[in-house]
């Protein structure tokens, strides 16, 4: 039996560089992995997942149902795995009914939670969504927000309970008591290396200083881009907008209309304070 490892994150935070870096360690091949075919298990909020192993259709249940069965499914996955399994997940953490949460204690062996500047994020949620900057702004500060589910067709995702950004990051890191390792997007900028060193330390994966070195390189927003350009991405919404957009930060500067950054300043404050994104004056950095 194995454990999961969950890649937590408000989506466009981060969380497909991680899991592609994470691929390319765990292979430790002599060219980049393909970004259509990642050795991992799709996203916790998979229906093709949860039809298979609870051997019901999702259309044929309301999100409530769904939501009790999805506990039971992590741990058909866990009980198979031969190893540590990590898996992406959107939805904030929660509970799946009175009683029990939505991703089980006993089968979880941690948690990289990755968090993003969310000036910086509306932007890249706008672009990935073909939406309004006002729209996504809107979503980022909206407790019910939520995202996947039936709309007039089916679906290949769940439906997902976001929350606003301040509530998701609140779910991971305060309310869930799962041992979380919090990574910053911008950090990961700063020092690749080294913070993906140290959440393979977290993630109990053997270190290697090599096999990391090239795994970075492998994972590089330039290598995304080219794979991308070349041949498309299966996770992109559109083809008409690339996934690996621009991955640089503090673009909200030229992008973000200030009107929007004061609503975010506002409403998310307590949090961008928290881990960096306000100072000590109020001022976004």
């Not at 490892?5 to 691929?23: C, Q, V």
């Not at 929660?94 to 000036?119: C, M, Q, W």
């Not at 990391?212 to 590089?220: C, Y």
Request: aromatic share 10%; with cysteine.
């Amino acid at each position: 039996m194995g454990k999961i490892i969950w890649l937590a994150s408000y989506p466009k935070s981060g969380n497909t560089w991680l899991r592609i870096f994470l691929a390319n360690y765990l292979r430790d091949g002599l060219e980049p992995v393909d970004i259509n075919k990642l050795e991992s298990p799709p996203i916790a909020s998979s229906r093709i997942w949860f039809d298979e192993l609870t051997g019901v259709q999702a259309t044929a249940l309301d999100n409530a149902s769904i939501k009790r069965l999805r506990p039971g499914v992590y741990r058909c996955l866990a009980r198979d795995a031969q190893e540590t399994l990590f898996v992406k997940v959107h939805d904030a953490w929660g509970f799946a009914s009175h009683n029990e949460s939505l991703f089980p204690a006993d089968v979880t062996a941690g948690v990289v939670y990755i968090i993003r500047n969310p000036l910086d994020l509306a932007i890249s949620c706008a672009h990935h969504w073909g939406i309004s900057l006002i729209k996504a702004v809107e979503n980022l500060c909206n407790p019910d927000f939520a995202i996947g589910g039936t709309t007039g067709g089916v679906s290949e995702q769940l439906s997902q309970n976001l929350g606003s950004w301040s509530g998701h990051i609140r779910s991971w890191l305060d309310e869930s008591n799962l041992p979380v390792y919090l990574v910053r997007f911008e950090d990961l900028h700063i020092d690749t290396e080294g913070v993906f060193s140290k959440i393979v330390n977290f993630c109990n994966l053997p270190f290697e200083r090599a096999r990391l070195g090239k795994a970075v390189a492998f994972s590089g927003f330039a290598e995304l881009q080219r794979q991308e350009r070349e041949k498309g991405f299966c996770e992109c919404l559109t083809s008409s907008r690339p996934f690996f957009r621009r991955g640089t930060v503090g673009t909200w500067r030229e992008e973000l209309p200030s009107e929007l950054v004061q609503k975010i300043e506002t409403i998310h404050g307590q949090f961008m304070r928290r881990f960096g994104y306000l100072d000590e004056g109020n001022q976004s950095t």
